[in-house]
């Protein structure tokens, strides 16, 4: 692997090219990874124009924990129409995060909480280590969830597992949380980013067309109907067939060769 390139930095967030993947460190390891304003506007810096090069993202923590959720220490009062707004900001921040036709993978540890857990629910592949917890602790505080919590950990794990959740404030361990589905793979200590990036270079070796294919089409599939879905599900197979991708995949298949993809 050639040495990392740097793309930016700043206080909260580290951006760095690793060949094809994209990696970004959350870099604020005093205050736990907290969100903030600043670090949602880094997020949505980056994932509005991502390096050209980029075939896929990881997102990892320095210090102990992933993202502890919101930070309470810099939240200032909001009348209803800057607090809709503040939340509305989230959830297009991370719509492009899920939404962006880049595959992105998490590399967990430690808390992941809050705003945290709304964040790494963007991603599409999540690993995590045996230290991770899992918790939605706004109901205890008196608010509640605004960076799309509602819809990206309810639909993985219910909405009455986490009705539970934000009611009692319970923290769900690393065990738990992958037999939920909030984690794709539970490593050992210290070893989610190494995954994360092995599992990311094998993503990133897919045609990218088959990649926004299977990022756009399969969680916007779940939410139709089922003769729509069909559709879709057509469409998407119809572009990604007759693709020079494909003529590619199959001509090394009869040759008996790796494949070799053109971003």
């Not at 993985?156 to 009692?168: C, K």
Request: charge should be negative; aromatic fraction near 6%; proline fraction near 3%.
């Amino acid at each position: 692997m050639t040495k990392p390139e740097f793309v930016f930095s700043s206080d909260l967030l580290t951006v760095e090219m690793r060949d094809r993947i994209a990696v970004l460190t959350l870099d604020r390891p005093e205050k736990r990874n907290a969100v903030n304003e600043t670090l949602i506007h880094d997020l949505n810096r980056f994932f509005s124009a991502p390096p050209a090069d980029a075939l896929a993202v990881v997102i990892r923590a320095n210090g102990d924990h992933f993202c502890a959720g919101l930070d309470l220490a810099e939240h200032r009062e909001r009348d209803v129409d800057e607090s809709f707004e503040h939340s509305r900001y989230w959830h297009r921040t991370f719509d492009l995060i899920q939404y962006g036709g880049l595959p992105v993978l998490s590399a967990m540890h430690g808390a992941v909480m809050g705003g945290g857990l709304e964040l790494a629910t963007t991603t599409h592949v999540r690993v995590a280590e045996p230290s991770t917890i899992y918790q939605l602790p706004e109901g205890r505080r008196g608010i509640y969830v605004g960076g799309g919590a509602s819809i990206r950990v309810a639909r993985i794990i219910g909405p009455g597992r986490m009705t539970e959740m934000m009611l009692t404030g319970r923290r769900l361990d690393a065990e738990e949380g992958q037999q939920l589905g909030l984690s794709h793979y539970l490593v050992g200590s210290g070893e989610a980013f190494g995954k994360a990036m092995e599992l990311a270079e094998a993503i990133a070796g897919n045609a990218p067309l088959a990649n926004k294919m299977m990022l756009h089409a399969i969680q916007r599939i779940d939410r139709m109907g089922e003769s729509e879905g069909y559709f879709v599900e057509s469409l998407a197979s119809a572009l990604t067939q007759t693709s020079d991708d494909a003529r590619e995949g199959m001509r090394a298949f009869l040759e008996k060769r790796a494949i070799r993809f053109d971003k």
